[in-house]
Structures are given as C-alpha cells and as structure tokens.
C-alpha cells in the first residue's frame, strides 16, 4: 500500500483538513494507513491553473505522492482521486458528520503510528455518508451513527470500555452505572463516583462494538447522550482529550 525509498512517500491518504498558507499554498492534514497522521505543503495549489484541482479538500480519499525533506512537513508532488464523496458535499448533514469524523481521527491518532484499521473505519464511514443523501447510509448522518463510529475508534486505540463486567471489581451481575476513571459500566458496589448508566445505554454500546457501521443501533437523545457521556468520560480520564460533540444542531 505505500512504498517510500529516497524520501519519496507514495500512500493513499484521506485528506483531514486544509488550511490556507500564504498567497498560494495549503497546508494539509492526511491520515494514512501505514504512516498515521502526516502533515504537508502543497506549493501553489490555490492558483487557478494549479495541476492538483480542487483534489486537496478535506475528506477526499487520495492516492498522494509526497516529497520527505528535513521538516516536518511533507511537500505534495502528486495526487490521484480514489473518492471524492461527492454526494455527501451537497448535504450539510453529511458534510457535519465527515468533519466530526476527520477531527476525531486526527486528535485521537495525531502521531505517524500505524493504523490500517482507522484509516478503513474512516474511509468506510465517509462513504456511508455519502451514501445519506440517497438513502442508503442513513443512519450515519444521525447521533447515533457517529457515536458507533467513536465507539470504534475507541477500540482501535485500545480504549474500549469494560463493559462485561465492573471494571473495578469484576462483579458481573448488578451493573448500573459507567465510571470513566475505572474504565467501563460498574456494580452498585462500586458506583461511588460514577453516572447512572441505564440498559437501554449498555445495550447500545454492546451492540454498537459488535455490528458493521452500517448496522448501528438506533435509541432515543436520552440513551445516546448517557452513551456519548461515557465515551467522553473515558477519553477525558485516558486519552487526555475532549472532542466536539458527536453531531451537531443538525444531527
């Protein structure tokens, strides 16, 4: 999938973000398989007869030909479209989804380690929503689709919640409540410091970790947002990090 010899990085790369740099230039934010998060410069690129179009924009799946100097940012030297995900453009759900999406790949897997497994969550989570506006990912536009999605990545990271058991003793029957310092759903024994977690949540999250994208469970905002408070709780107390809500007014 990448081949990289005399600082030359050949990669496929889902473009995270782009930032305008100077008169010309854009500095970008790519996630790729085999080299995590990269940052380059792409020279000219705003200039109406720039070679690379308008290839360069965030959420667009690339393979991408970059130059490895003594920086840290790569040089852009070329750039093929695999996927535009052009539909997803034209909705401003599914362009709000991709954007959440694309922010919490790169914060949460921000260093060059490896992840083939995020770079094709990521991928397949754009073009379900791509797929929206026909009708075919739908249910990826909502909450409840990008809270499966973090949910994954949580997994990816090494960071998914115990949930088969308290995660401070291992008691596996009366588990009623999510702690984010002990990491998963906890026993009425050791809720002290926890928020109420009901079944319909667990189940969610159980599901949610178990099925495709495109199978996520559906639940009402009160279920969802006890699920969003425990993905958020365990990134605060073990990643260190608070993202931005997992959809916004319009999702």
Do not use: W
């Not at 998060?37 to 991408?64: D, H, M, Q, T, Y």
């Amino acid at each position: 999938m990448e081949d990289v010899s005399s600082r030359a990085v050949k990669t496929e790369a889902v473009v995270l973000r782009s930032m305008r740099y100077g008169e010309a230039d854009r500095i970008l934010h790519l996630y790729t398989p085999g080299r995590g998060r990269l940052s380059a410069i792409a020279k000219g690129v705003r200039r109406a007869r720039s070679r690379f179009g308008g290839r360069l924009e965030p959420f667009f799946r690339l393979n991408i030909e970059l130059h490895e100097g003594r920086g840290e940012l790569l040089t852009v030297t070329g750039a093929q479209t695999i996927e535009g995900y052009a539909r997803l453009r034209c909705d401003a759900r599914a362009l709000d989804g991709a954007a959440r999406a694309c922010d919490a790949v790169g914060r949460l897997f921000e260093t060059s380690e490896p992840h083939p497994g995020v770079f094709n969550l990521l991928c397949r989570q754009l073009a379900l929503l791509d797929e929206s506006p026909g009708g075919g990912g739908q249910v990826a536009l909502g909450r409840s689709g990008a809270l499966v999605f973090r949910l994954k990545l949580l997994l990816a990271a090494g960071l998914a919640p115990q949930l088969s058991a308290c995660a401070s003793c291992g008691e596996r029957e009366d588990l009623v409540g999510f702690s984010g310092a002990a990491g998963g759903v906890v026993c009425a024994a050791c809720e002290a410091g926890s928020f109420a977690l009901d079944r319909q949540a667990y189940d969610f999250m159980t599901q949610a970790l178990g099925r495709a994208l495109s199978e996520a469970p559906v639940a009402g905002d009160p279920v969802l947002g006890q699920v969003e408070r425990a993905i958020t709780a365990t990134l605060e107390h073990h990643a260190h990090l608070r993202l931005m809500p997992a959809a916004g007014a319009l999702g």
